[in-house]
């Protein structure tokens, strides 16, 4: 509502944030802001730089070897599913790829506990999916990697509940799910890690000149910083990441109950890997399956589909899906199973 309202003339600049030059003040004032605000939300420390970068989190899948790698041999990859294969077939053009441990075994239900994990003491760094979107597999446990830097894909949980930044090397996520609009990706990195790309890289995949160029070596994806910018203010008055959580856990337990109670709907995750943000579920007669989203859609309850990799329904309820909305999911399910 507040970006339908300043759309033509943000703040009396008589200029739209499309149109405003990224060089000018009042569009450097937006970005500056952002990203305050979203230091302060995830408290981030002061040897971290915030980078506002476009091609989504898959482009990172190709920038994090291609930066991270420094001289190293290869790098450690948590397999937990859809996103992380994604990431360790990418970064296997660069180097070498150890895969610490795997969920293979039973179908990405669950996260390997870090006793099975086997990692190499001189890897150039870790990199795990602290929420694999697809499978709903969420660890809430941070790996401890000793020296070697831990990266996080966290596009599909940043922001949901707090972190301790330090723990990490570098952390990144598509803006999409959590934050604003598609076509922005948040970069959060430690500045010993930059400097040290591997030969050939493009310019505009260096971390350490786009650090250098407070993410405008060219033009950002200026309107998308605009929304993510609101939402991170929305966040702010919502009482920060910690009430945020709250929220969360709220609408994951009332859904998981739900189930839980269910002859006809089940969960197929490990319990303690429960997503709080996406939720696969299944019923136990799927020729059911079109008949329930059909009902759901004529309550109003939309994309409940699951990826069509995994089949069965899935609810995502990313920061912005109210108590509310879970609570109408829940009721129709139990009248559906009646
Ligand atoms: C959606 C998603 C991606 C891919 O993001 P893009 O921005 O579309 O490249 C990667 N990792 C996770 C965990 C995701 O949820």
Redesign the pocket.
Known sequence: EQARDELLDWHGSGMSVMEMSHRGKEYMSIQADAEADLRELMGIPANYKVLFLQ???????AMIPMNLLRGKASADYLNTG???A??IKEAKKFGGVNVVASSEDKSFTYAPAQEAWKLDPNAAYVHY??????GGVELFWTPETGDVPLVA?????ILSRPIDVSKFGLIY?????NIGP?GL?IVIVRDDLLGQTLPGTPTMFDYKLQADNDSMYNTPPTYAIYIAGLVFKWLKAQGGVAAVEKTNIAKAQLLYDALDASGLFASHVARENRSRM?IPFTLKDSSLDGEFLKGAEARGMVQLKGHRSVGGMRASIYNAMPVEGVQKLVEYMKEFEK
């Not at 996520?173 to 799910?177: E, F, L, S, T, V």
């Open positions: 091609g989504g989190a898959s482009t990172q899948f859809v996103w992380s994604k990431a999916t602290t929420n694999e979107t697809i894909d966290m596009s599909s949980n996520a598509g803006a999409q799910k598609a990706t996406n």
